[in-house]
């Protein structure tokens, strides 16, 4: 039975196990359904309650760890959270084949968000562009008073910026105010600022102040990583043209740098969840960033070095933290960054960026070689197993067979089964 309709009035006021009780009831749950949803894993009833509104559960997600990752010198194991096969592996293998050249090197261009302050209703926008950054040492005053604690740990405000945008009912002059958010990813702390600065530029202005709120295209914030790929650990000049001609095609193809920068992301996100970062706000800044140049481009750059050995190269905002947000209520987030050992938001951001270049090779090798199904199918084939019933043993045996008769199908895993049941 589904529901008659989705008003519930007062769910929020309830607990978590009332909101499952009149969802339940709603939606026509059966009793196994309602002890499934009970059972929320290692995030307690109580703090998912406390990160969300109207919790009625919490939703696991496999966590894996990448192994072989060696980054500036030092080897790091990456947990991963993602519910796509094959994502793990990938970054396994390619962090595998890069190891012998010295593993990943990376930097940071700094810690800087940006919060945007839109200014409209002055007929003079250039006018008041100067009296905004007029007040340089006011605007770095409130902001500094509004976050002492990112001044302490050596961070606050650091410039302001004011642009002009044409807009459709007149001219809008934007304020950027840029601030060094250290540790934090630093929403939260930017928006306080802008909206405490707000009020004042509409009244050095004359004009009328609506949006208050950060930039997730953080570009002061990027994250770099580099790598070689010798031609004996990747197989070859072939594979690196391969390799080559597959980049070529997503710098020039928005329809095929999509799905390029998808897998970049296949490897950020996982991280950016594993740590309870914002994976919303890391793929926003990621494709705006990818777009800069007016064209959807690759996030990564692929070339040969001199001696003819593949080098890697990738460059994005990466606005991630160990403070603030889910980082620290979430306890298997906590966990990963010990796993992790990041003990700054800078480490964190740099990993990210060498497991996204990780990432980006492991599929354009397949890509160019294997194609991309052949390392999928025996994952795959699992899921097949498992959707059509299979338990326990059954699913290997299955998932064996799919990929030995390289029909990897519900109908095929279905006659499989049946057979192995004896049916
Ligand atoms: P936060 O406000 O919870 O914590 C950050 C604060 O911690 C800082 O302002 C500072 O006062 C303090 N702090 C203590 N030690 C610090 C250190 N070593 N370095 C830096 N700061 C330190 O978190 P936040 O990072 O400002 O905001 C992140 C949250 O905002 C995320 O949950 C995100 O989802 C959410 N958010 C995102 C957007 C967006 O991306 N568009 C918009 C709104 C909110």
Redesign the pocket.
């Given at each position: 039975m589904t529901t008659t309709t989705s008003r519930i009035p007062g769910l929020h006021k309830l607990s978590p196990a009332e909101r499952l009780e009149r969802v339940a009831k709603a939606a026509g749950l059966g009793a196994d359904a309602v002890a499934h949803m009970r059972n929320t894993g290692n995030l307690d009833s109580a703090t998912a309650d406390s990160m969300i509104e109207n919790v009625i559960g919490t939703m696991n997600v496999p966590l894996g760890v990448a192994t072989n990752m060696l980054i500036d010198g030092r080897d790091v194991l990456v947990p991963m959270a993602t519910e796509e096969s094959s994502v793990v592996a990938a970054v396994c293998n390619a962090a595998r084949q890069c190891r012998s050249t010295g593993g990943f090197t990376t930097a940071m261009s700094g810690a800087q968000m940006i919060a945007q302050v839109q200014l409209v209703g002055v007929s003079n926008p250039e006018f008041a562009r100067l009296q905004i950054l007029e007040h340089f040492a006011d605007i770095k005053a409130l902001c500094d008073e509004t976050?002492?604690?990112?001044l302490?740990?050596g961070?606050g405000f650091h410039d302001i910026e004011v642009r002009i945008l044409p807009g459709r009912t007149g001219p809008m002059v934007i304020t950027h105010l840029i601030v060094d958010?250290?540790?934090?990813?630093?929403?939260?702390?930017?928006?306080?600022m802008a909206e405490a600065v707000a009020p004042r530029i509409a009244e050095w202005t004359g004009g009328r102040t609506y949006l208050r709120?950060?930039s997730?295209l953080a570009d002061r914030r990027l994250a770099r990583a580099r790598a070689t790929w010798s031609l004996d650990d990747i197989g070859g000049a072939e594979v690196r043209d391969g390799i080559l001609a597959a980049f070529d095609f997503a710098d020039i193809d928005p329809y095929r740098a999509a799905t390029h920068n998808k897998g970049v992301m296949n490897g950020v996100s996982a991280v950016v969840l594993a740590t309870g970062?914002?994976t919303?706000?890391v793929e926003?800044g990621a494709h705006a960033y990818a777009a800069r140049s007016g064209q959807y481009r690759s996030l990564t750059q692929w070339e040969a070095d001199a001696d003819g050995n593949l080098t890697g190269t990738i460059e994005m905002p990466l606005?991630v933290?160990?403070?603030?947000?889910?980082?620290?209520s979430h306890p298997t987030a906590r966990i990963a960054l010990d796993i992790m050992g990041a003990q700054t938001?800078e480490r964190l951001a740099c990993t990210i960026a060498a497991v996204g270049l990780a990432q980006n090779f492991a599929a354009l090798k397949a890509l160019a070689t294997t194609g991309i199904q052949k390392g999928h199918m025996a994952l795959h084939a699992k899921n097949i197993a498992v959707m059509v019933g299979a338990a326990g043993e059954e699913i290997d045996k299955v998932a064996r067979e799919l990929v030995a008769q390289g029909k990897v199908r519900v109908d095929v895993a279905e006659a499989i089964l049946n057979d192995l049941r004896g049916q």
């Open positions: 976050d002492p604690v990112l302490k740990h961070g958010t250290r540790d934090a990813m630093g929403a939260n702390a930017v928006n306080s709120i950060l997730n970062n914002d919303r706000a926003a606005a933290g160990l403070i603030g947000g889910a980082t620290r938001a």
